[in-house]
């Protein structure tokens, strides 16, 4: 597969994760607290979205599958370090 083919779909998924980072920061700013079963649901549904995105791209051979992994966990750890900002205001 084409390098460039490589890099745009790593970059897609970098822009969805981006996109669900936002999501939960504005949903935590404006809307609901962490413990709130909505930002649960949100958070989890997105996650898992991702993940299935993550998978499709790493099965054709677009992405490999390590650098799948550090995308997810990569997302997991700025939303787990908004969560901790948002209950130290």
Same mark, same amino acid.
């Given at each position: 597969?084409?390098?460039? #083919?490589? #890099? %745009?779909?790593?970059?897609?998924?970098?822009?969805?994760?981006? %996109?669900?980072?936002?999501?939960?920061?504005?949903?935590?700013?404006?809307?609901?607290?962490?413990?709130?079963?909505?930002? #649960?649901?949100?958070?989890?549904?997105?996650?898992?979205?991702?993940?299935?995105?993550?998978?499709?791209?790493?099965?054709?051979?677009?992405?490999?599958?390590?650098?799948?992994?550090?995308?997810?966990?990569?997302?997991?750890?700025?939303?787990?370090?908004?969560? #901790?900002?948002?209950?130290? %205001?």
């Amino acid at each position: 597969m084409a390098i460039g #083919e490589r #890099e %745009k779909a790593y970059e897609l998924l970098k822009a969805d994760a981006q %996109k669900i980072l936002q999501l939960i920061g504005v949903q935590m700013e404006n809307l609901t607290m962490p413990q709130c079963p909505l930002y #649960e649901e949100v958070l989890d549904t997105q996650m898992f979205g991702l993940s299935r995105e993550i998978d499709f791209a790493v099965r054709l051979g677009l992405i490999r599958a390590d650098e799948g992994r550090e995308l997810l966990g990569s997302l997991e750890r700025q939303v787990s370090a908004l969560h #901790e900002a948002s209950t130290h %205001k």
